[in-house]
């Protein structure tokens, strides 16, 4: 027996003296999908043919790391490496401005299926699923600060005829895959400074989100998620589709929040939310990212930020109703190492989750023995979960972590430097 085998073995034995079944942890853990943003490896760029001055290329990366993904064809590459690195079956989610265009100049109210109908073929390829965004930045008709809301009737038409399509193409990869496609909806309307018609913005946002969404899809084919921020750059001080804006318009229409781990004052708590919500909600998309100070995107860390969230997240029995996607975007690093290590992150935050005997705390509390409570969540903290992340990972053959890290530089030297 190796060495691996031997430490599962000494910690699925102390896990069951617990009540925890290992067996089924790693199996929920085998189930549960990662969307993994395909921004990460080339900053948020996208393959838009800009040369009529209508994308603006993108948003703003921190960082010059040599080895970014210039085309479809890289991108790609590196995505397959990635999933080579990483436990588990997965999903890829893309932006708009991420079509197979080619030398076509497609804007965004232009966009069709056709466009991502290779991305159907690569992904059928490689075993994985597929989610899709709305790309509402980087564009001529953005620069107002408003799209959605935008008290211009050309401007805020031309946006819901750009979500309309984004949806029609969700659905169809939803329906192609046989694997339903999350499409997920975020809007950097607001203002810098002072707002005095905040409502006006809010009802014009939802007469278009009310003209967006009434096309159905099959629930099997699409699920529609609106994503809400806190602030950003340029929308210090307003932001028309706020937390508050967004619940309430999910749950009057059978939507699912989004909720994103940067989108929010650095004292809430998004695991708090979940419980709060679920009730009341189709489901809950989450975008796992790591904010610092502000919502700057940082690779995911096993911090106690996201373990708290997935702890919320099996503690309340609620793992099927809750899709796992990643935001952030490095470029201060090997992009492919990024992505693989907040991956890998989330996955283990999961997993100790999934570890944790739930049926036992429970139970404490609900006897009011709080000792008992408060002494086991200690020791679980010391508790051999490492040995089954281990076991986890080689029976799926993907590298250990010392392994892992030579493999992307390996990559670095091999691929990506020689990009130029």
């Not at 085998?5 to 079944?21: H, I």
């Not at 975008?287 to 919502?295: F, I, P, Q």
């Not at 989750?353 to 010391?382: I, M, N, Q, T, W």
Request: proline share 3%; charged share 25%.
């Amino acid at each position: 027996m190796g060495r691996i085998d031997s430490a599962y073995m000494l910690a699925k034995e102390r896990y069951g003296k617990l009540g925890v079944d290992v067996e089924a942890a790693m199996d929920a853990l085998e189930k549960t999908p990662i969307s993994i943003h395909c921004w990460q490896g080339d900053d948020v760029t996208g393959f838009e043919n800009i040369e009529k001055g209508v994308s603006r290329g993108g948003l703003q990366a921190t960082g010059n790391y040599p080895g970014r993904a210039r085309n479809i064809d890289e991108l790609r590459l590196d995505l397959e490496k990635v999933l080579d690195m990483v436990p588990g079956r997965h999903k890829v989610s893309l932006h708009a401005m991420y079509g197979d265009f080619g030398e076509e100049t497609v804007d965004r109210d232009g966009i069709e299926f056709d466009h991502f109908e290779s991305w159907v073929d690569w992904a059928r390829e490689n075993g994985v699923g597929l989610d899709f965004n709305a790309t509402m930045f980087a564009h001529s008709k953005a620069d107002s600060g408003f799209t959605l809301s935008s008290k211009d009737p050309g401007v805020r038409g031309f946006w819901v005829e750009h979500v309309k399509r984004c949806r029609e193409v969700s659905a169809e990869i939803g329906r192609r895959l046989g694997i339903p496609c999350v499409h997920n909806l975020w809007v950097p309307d607001g203002m810098k400074d002072t707002t005095v018609d905040k409502s006006g913005y809010r009802g014009l946002l939802r007469e278009s989100l009310d003209e967006i969404y009434s096309v159905e899809y099959p629930r099997g084919h699409l699920l529609d998620s609106v994503e809400s921020k806190l602030f950003g750059l340029g929308s210090e001080s307003f932001v028309v589709g706020s937390h508050d804006f967004y619940l309430g318009y999910a749950v009057s229409n059978g939507l699912m929040p989004c909720l994103d781990l940067g989108h929010y004052h650095p004292t809430e708590s998004v695991a708090d939310k979940v419980s709060a919500i679920q009730p009341f909600v189709s489901g809950i998309m989450l975008h796992v990212s790591r904010g610092v100070r502000w919502d700057s995107d940082h690779v995911v860390v096993l911090n106690e930020q996201v373990q708290d969230l997935f702890h919320e997240i099996v503690r309340g029995g609620i793992l099927d109703k809750v899709y796992i996607g990643l935001d952030y975007f490095d470029a201060s690093i090997n992009r492919v190492g990024a992505w693989v290590t907040g991956i890998r992150a989330t996955q283990k935050a999961l997993l100790y989750a999934l570890l944790e005997p739930v049926k036992l705390l429970k139970g404490y509390e609900s006897e009011g023995d709080y000792f008992r409570r408060l002494a086991l969540l200690e020791e679980l903290k010391s508790m051999p979960w490492g040995a089954i992340w281990d076991s986890y990972c080689d029976n799926n053959s993907v590298p250990d972590g010392h392994e892992l890290v030579e493999r992307v530089k390996e990559y670095e030297k091999k691929t990506q430097t020689t990009r130029t």
